[in-house]
């Protein structure tokens, strides 16, 4: 039975060789050194036990899928690569367990709960966003209006220097109505018309 660290100890080997491929790959383009460190992060997450995407075998096919990439990419490009995963493998003398389907059932659980939270995040996002623009648009409504404000009063002011014609203005006679002279009439008809003692 192999030890508790050789896991790790593979993984770290094949995370080492990982970089120093990406390193000897930089001059021949960014997709091979993004397939290295794919293959190599794969490779470290099959040998420790801990997949994300595959079905957690020691597998060209499982490392394929967990790199996220087509196979041939393993069989005909980086096969180099390749067969340094055949030679940890068959150094750690066991293949772990597969990953049980309570696991894979959590994984996905939480890869969802990960992109509804994200989702979430860029709605907030995106809110908070509109919600400055409505504030910058209304600090400048504000700003507009105070200063229509400041004009008005200005204009009000040398207003009151001047003085109110309207308020100079006689107020004309107003001749008595009609009615005014029936009531004065019947007034003067009950007054005499009262008896005396």
């Given at each position: 039975?192999?030890?508790?660290?050789?896991?790790?100890?593979?993984?770290?080997?094949?995370?080492?060789?990982?970089?120093?491929?990406?390193?000897?790959?930089?001059?021949?383009?960014?997709?091979?050194?993004?397939?290295?460190?794919?293959?190599?992060?794969?490779?470290?997450?099959?040998?420790?036990?801990?997949?994300?995407?595959?079905?957690?075998?020691?597998?060209?096919?499982?490392?394929?899928?967990?790199?996220?990439?087509?196979?041939?990419?393993?069989?005909?490009?980086?096969?180099?690569?390749?067969?340094?995963?055949?030679?940890?493998?068959?150094?750690?003398?066991?293949?772990?367990?597969?990953?049980?389907?309570?696991?894979?059932?959590?994984?996905?659980?939480?890869?969802?709960?990960?992109?509804?939270?994200?989702?979430?995040?860029?709605?907030?996002?995106?809110q908070a966003q509109l919600l400055a623009r409505i504030v910058?648009?209304?600090?400048?409504?504000?700003?507009?209006?105070?200063?229509?404000?400041?004009?008005?009063?200005?204009?009000?002011?040398?207003?009151?220097?001047?003085?109110?014609?309207?308020?100079?203005?006689?107020?004309?006679?107003?001749?008595?109505?009609?009615?005014?002279?029936?009531?004065?009439?019947?007034?003067?008809?009950?007054?005499?018309?009262?008896?005396?003692?």
């Amino acid at each position: 039975m192999s030890a508790p660290n050789e896991p790790r100890a593979s993984a770290a080997l094949a995370q080492l060789v990982g970089q120093a491929l990406a390193h000897a790959h930089a001059d021949s383009g960014s997709e091979d050194v993004a397939e290295v460190k794919a293959i190599t992060d794969a490779m470290v997450r099959l040998l420790i036990g801990a997949p994300l995407h595959s079905d957690g075998k020691l597998t060209i096919v499982s490392l394929a899928v967990e790199a996220g990439l087509r196979r041939n990419k393993l069989t005909h490009k980086h096969t180099g690569l390749k067969d340094l995963f055949y030679a940890l493998v068959k150094a750690r003398g066991h293949s772990p367990e597969p990953v049980s389907e309570a696991a894979r059932a959590r994984g996905r659980k939480q890869q969802e709960d990960l992109a509804r939270v994200r989702t979430e995040r860029d709605d907030l996002r995106s809110q908070a966003q509109l919600l400055a623009r409505i504030v910058q648009v209304l600090e400048v409504e504000n700003h507009r209006l105070k200063e229509t404000n400041a004009a008005l009063e200005e204009q009000m002011a040398a207003r009151t220097g001047v003085s109110d014609l309207a308020g100079r203005r006689q107020a004309a006679p107003v001749a008595p109505s009609p009615s005014d002279d029936i009531e004065v009439t019947l007034a003067a008809a009950r007054h005499w018309l009262q008896p005396r003692p």
